[in-house]
Structure formats: C-alpha cells, structure tokens
C-alpha cells in the first residue's frame, strides 16, 4: 500500500502544535507495518535541514492562478526512520513570513497570504508526485490547509487516488472567494465564499478525527461553528493518537535530573527539586506542583488557569507554565509571577526539553481546555507518573479516568469555569497527601498504554476500507 501525508505541519522541521508529532509519529510506525509512506510539506524559512544530509530531488514549476512558480524539491528522511519527506521550496509562498500561520497579530492581507500559502501546497501536490514518480493509492491530509487537496482530487476524473482527511481542529476553519477556487480548478463550488474545511469534509473519501469524544462532540455548533450540519451528514469516525513511548519515558529520558520508572517511582522527587531550584522556586516537596506545557490561547483554558493561580497560589501550591501564544496571556502570567516569584514561574519560550523536566517534575499537568481534540499532554504526563488535572471533552474523556478510592489515573471536571477546575485541583492536593493512594494513581497512569501500535492497526484498517 502507498500513502502519502500531506500537512502544514511535522516534527521536527516545523510544529505549532500536536499536529505536528503526529505527521511525525504515524509515518513511522506505518512503514514499519509494510506502507510504503511518504510525508510532503513545505520547506519554510525555520525548517533546518541540519545534519539531514537532504538532497534536491526536483526542480520544478507549479502553474497556481495565472503564473508559474519554480520549486525545489528536497528529500530527507524523518529522524530515526526511512520514512522519506518531501520539502518544498518556493520563495514567494513558503519563505515569508518566517511563521507557519503567520504572526498571531495577523492582519486581513497577511491572513490572504497564508491562505494562498496553503492552497498553492494542494495545488502542487499532483504535480510533485510527478516529480518523484511516486503514485499513492491515498493521500492522507491534515486539518483546513490542505483540506482542498481532496477536492482537487474528485474534480480530476481520470485520477483514482483516494483521499483521507483527518480533523485535528476543527474550530480552525478559512473561508476564500469561489472565484480564486475556480481558477485553481477546483470546481462545482455553490456558494460565493468557500469554507476550506468544509470543501474538504464533503469531497474526501473519508472523514476521520482523533478521538471518539470528539467525534461525537464534532456535530455541535461549539465545536465546529458553520460546519455542525456538514459533519452531521457524514460518519466521522475517531481514532485516538498515541505518543512516542520511546521517546517519552523517564527511565531513559535524558532531559531528566534523575531518570525514574514505575520501580523507582520514589526518585521522581528529585526532578520536583531540581525544577523548584532551577527555575528559582521554593525548594518545598510537600507543595502540589501544578505543570502545564501549552499554547496560550483561549482554547487552552488560560482564563481558568489565571483564576486558579490567583486563587490557590497563596496556599500549598506552585504553577510551572511553559508556552507562547495571545500577548494578553502573556502579560498576565508575567504579572502573576512578579506577585509570586516563588511560587510562579512562567517561561514564555518553546523548549522542549524544559518541557520534558515540567513532565517529569510536577505532581498534576494542568489541561482546562474548552475543547480537546485528543490532546498530547495528558498521555505523556502519565507516562511520566504525573496525574492530569483535565477537563472532561474531547481525548481528555476519553484517556483520562477520575480517581476514587480505588483507582483512576487523574482528576477530571465538567463545568468551563474557575470553580469547578479549582475545586479539581484542590481534590488532587487533598490526595496528594495519601500517599499511599497517590502512588496507586501514579501506578496506574504509568501503566496506561498510549503508544501508537493500536491506532496504526485502526489508521491501516481505515486506509483498506477506502482504498478497497
Ligand atoms: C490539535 C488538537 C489537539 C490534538 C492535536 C493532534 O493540536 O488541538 O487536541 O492532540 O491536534 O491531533
């Protein structure tokens, strides 16, 4: 079988968010079950190449409007697999501006930009397999930006590849004129403005999303806005994504002050203190230590953190907050940790090992999202023996697992607001101080299986179904 993945976004040449380890990780573990898989994104003015000794293997011209723009193809391999990777680049679309979505500031022209940036990547899509003479049976394709690949597709009569478009955002959604769209040939457009993703969803093969939770949560106007009556008309099936396992694991991560496993669950302590000492805290173990690693966006439940941190932070707890995002979020956290030095600290920096200390250090990993997709985070803090503190939607439903008195691998709430995650937050501390409860919980986490094995069977199963 022949797939190739088409995404704005993969680890690690150029990510935002999550998207972007799992057009990492998937590949991998399909061409290690016998699919020929290949990856195509752009080569953006961050991507490195470095040490990956890429090679040019085209060179090339895409007719996109009225013009012809030269490409060059690159080839490289994902770190650690065989798996090849096509980069393209082009000057005009892909070098500037350096930012994948461009500034979170954007502007109406700058946003246009980024629109034709994406479409000019589906655009170039069958030309390139052209190029590197490799004919897929499906195109896997990730979230709006190259939602249109599947309607150049169905507008194409005489080709029989298949396509599969996965919703890791749907709240992520870009509307363009159908003129600009008619141009480009994709056709049979009704209504003036074109919804991307909406495209998308009515002309792939099939339509799939990353947990069951939201799948079923997908059909409602608070999930996906104009798109709810566009998804109720069609089976959108979940399957969740799995993490890294090798990568993510405290008993060989070397990131770590100590490295740890379910055996030697007594020296996770030693990160907690070399997280407080270094990022200046007080060196306290006896504190709930709160991590978050995110995106601070609305989406993220920054406003029930902030309330949460005003509220809890003079009593036995401390927030360790890693990320970037809105200027507004940022300006409050920064606010916050000068009013609490020792008890605050917030990095307004994407770091991926500090990330993994926040992982292996902290007692709960914070997630108050309004809506989850399927979520990372929560999955690699159980790994490492730290319980989330999640949000019932979406993936959180779907992994995390309150606790009792007899088990449960972290503390979910229901309701979006301060109240109810502050409340889950003081019901952690609460068991934090049964120990011997506290260590079962971790147990469990630790022994949650998040790897990938089990949705490469699913995604395989899915990919025969369509192809058949
Ligand atoms: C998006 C979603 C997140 C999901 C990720 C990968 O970033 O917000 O929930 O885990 O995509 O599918």
Request: aromatic content about 10%; hydrophobic content about 40%; overall charge positive.
């Amino acid at each position: 079988m022949k797939v190739l993945f088409v995404s704005s976004e993969v680890a690690p040449f150029a990510k935002v968010g999550g998207l972007a380890d799992v057009v990492s990780s998937l590949p991998k573990k399909l061409k290690r079950v016998g699919v020929d898989v290949r990856v195509l994104i752009p080569h953006y003015q961050q991507t490195k190449l470095g040490m990956l000794r890429a090679k040019i293997v085209g060179d090339t011209k895409i007719f996109f409007g009225n013009k012809f723009y030269k490409v060059k193809i690159f080839q490289a391999f994902l770190p650690g697999s065989r798996v090849p990777i096509y980069l393209l680049q082009q000057k005009k679309w892909f070098t500037n501006p350096p930012e994948i979505y461009g500034k979170p500031t954007i502007n109406k022209k700058a946003k246009e930009h980024i629109t034709k940036r994406f479409l000019f990547l589906s655009v170039s899509v069958l030309q390139i397999l052209k190029n590197v003479n490799f004919e897929p049976d499906l195109i896997h394709i990730h979230d709006w930006p190259v939602a249109p690949v599947a309607g150049l597709l169905k507008s194409q009569k005489k080709i029989k590849i298949k396509s599969l478009l996965t919703l890791h955002n749907a709240a992520q959604q870009t509307s363009v004129p159908k003129k600009l769209l008619k141009s480009l040939g994709i056709a049979n457009q009704t209504s003036a403005q074109i919804n991307l993703l909406k495209l998308g969803i009515q002309t792939a093969d099939a339509v799939n999303t990353v947990s069951p939770t939201y799948a079923k949560e997908l059909g409602k106007k608070q999930f996906s806005g104009e798109l709810a009556a566009t998804i109720r008309g069609k089976k959108i099936s979940g399957i969740l994504n799995g993490i890294d396992t090798t990568s993510f694991d405290p008993n060989t991560d070397p990131y770590l002050w100590t490295k740890y496993s379910a055996k030697t669950l007594a020296k996770k302590i030693k990160n907690k203190s070399g997280l407080q000492k270094n990022l200046n805290l007080l060196n306290n173990k006896s504190l709930l230590l709160v991590g978050m690693v995110t995106r601070l966006f609305h989406q993220k439940g920054i406003e029930l953190l902030v309330q949460a941190m005003e509220n809890l932070t003079p009593g036995p707890f401390q927030f360790v907050i890693l990320g970037t995002g809105s200027k507004k979020y940022h300006e409050i956290l920064s606010i916050l940790e000068k009013k609490f030095p020792k008890k605050i600290c917030f990095i307004p920096e994407f770091d991926r090992h500090l990330a993994r200390q926040i992982y292996a250090g902290s007692d709960v990993f914070a997630m108050p999202s309004l809506f989850e997709p399927c979520g990372l985070g929560q999955m690699i803090a159980h790994r490492y023996g730290t319980l989330p503190v999640a949000r019932d939607t979406g993936g959180l439903h779907d992994t995390v697992v309150n606790y009792n008195k007899k088990g449960g691998n972290g503390f979910i709430f229901k309701k979006f607001t301060g109240e109810a995650f502050i409340k889950s937050l003081e019901e952690a501390r609460v068991t934090f101080q049964n120990k011997k409860l506290w260590k079962k919980l971790q147990f469990q986490a630790m022994s949650e299986n998040h790897s990938w094995n089990r949705s490469t069977k699913e995604y395989l199963k899915l990919y025969k179904k369509i192809i058949k």
